[in-house]
């Protein structure tokens, strides 16, 4: 999950901030409870999962992050 992640184009990288949880150490676990994941591998945009249990495709990811940039920098 994290490499697809990784492997967005630079101006998709330019809009968002990347963070990853460790399972096995207490933070992971502790910020895995507090976005309300279920499953692993998941995704979470703005505290929100937005991909559970699957890797989305760079053109679906790209156009969630895309959508949520336009949608906080339109206010």
Known sequence: MAESVKALPEKYQEMIHVAEWDMRTLAGV???????????????MDDEIVYS???PGQEVLQQEILKRFQKKNTN
């Open 30 to 44: 502790k910020r895995f409870r507090e976005i309300k994941a279920k499953s692993l591998p998941s995704i979470a």
């Open 53 to 55: 249990s699957i890797i």
